[in-house]
């Protein structure tokens, strides 16, 4: 049997961010709503969702499973670009047997809030760890163990720069931004014919998900056939549309503002403006940091090295999943939670209560 979800969503959705987007584009916040009401009833823990507001213009959405149980540090997850919460469907369960769990549409995407982020690389960064830390004052949580995967791995990082005396310990999961450009990509644009320079100028000045948007009745279809490996990582617990149907209404609103930002912080090539391997030394020494990827990921192998010859002093560790892709959490979610309970586990024997603030 599955359990009840509290569901405390005051704002009326069609109304909320943006509303109906009926016309063109099948989609509106309500959809979105529905759909990741869908992918959640397949949780069979309690849990509670609702927007906790984090300042006069912004919500952040916000599940909530075992938050009763205070003696241990609480695990924040936070999901990668154009995702969100639901996506954490096959870890709920096991990283929240004895902990509090929280995940949280980053601001920008899924149900939070999507006004407009700063045009700037920087600026846009500290929007987004800003609000993480607006959100943890409102969740009034002392200390955290926070998750983070791929662009959501580089802004936890990023959070910790800012505020390391929030974070008992830093968990990635094959983040997105950390290397540097290759050397020889500004000789390969310059060998560019004058064409593809212009093609690769034209679709740069979209951002990233236009297509699904601009395939307006048709976006449904689009995410099938292109996402198609999405849904596959979801096969043991839906045989239906669920999770494309999640995508593409997480997705398929008017251009969602964590789009823009996330834009403004990348190259051409996805790659970031300002690589966060460039800054892993800024990190507070003091703040554990546990590195975890998929053997068959596209992301650079080599980054837990390199971040460990960097914080030498530091406890940084690199974790490999067997057969996982860049999605390592769902491509062997019972691999992964074992590694991140363990990772909790050690956390928990090494320190006092952290998990509410005084």
Known sequence: MMAEAVVNDTTCLEEHEGGWSFGWRPTSMSLLAKAEKKILSALDVPYTADYVKINEEDKIWTVKINPSNSNKTPLVLMHGFGAG???????????SKDRPVYAIDTLGFGRSSRRMLPYNAEDAENAFVDSIEEWRKAMNLNKMVLLGHSFGGYLAYAYGIKYPERLKHLILA?????PNEPEDREKMQQSMPIWVKGLAIF???????????????????????????IQYKFRDLFDDDRIMNYIYHCNAQRPASGETAFKTMSTFGAWAQRPMLDRVHLLNPHVPLDMIYGTKTWMDL?????????????????HFVKGA???VYADRADNFNDVVNKICKDIDSNSEDLSTAV
Not at 85 to 91: D, G, M, R
Not at 174 to 178: A, Q
Not at 209 to 221: N, S, T, V, W, Y
């Open 174 to 178: 094959d983040p997105w931004g950390f």
């Open 325 to 327: 892709g860049h999605h």
């Open 203 to 229: 679709f740069m000045s979209f951002n990233p998900l236009a297509g699904i948007r601009a395939a307006g009745p048709f976006g449904p279809f689009v995410v099938r056939r292109i996402r198609k490996d």
């Open 302 to 318: 080599s980054m837990g090295k390199k971040v460990f010859n960097i914080r030498k002093d530091s406890h940084v560790k690199t």
């Open 85 to 95: 919460l639901a996506f954490w469907i096959l870890n709920f369960k096991a990283l």
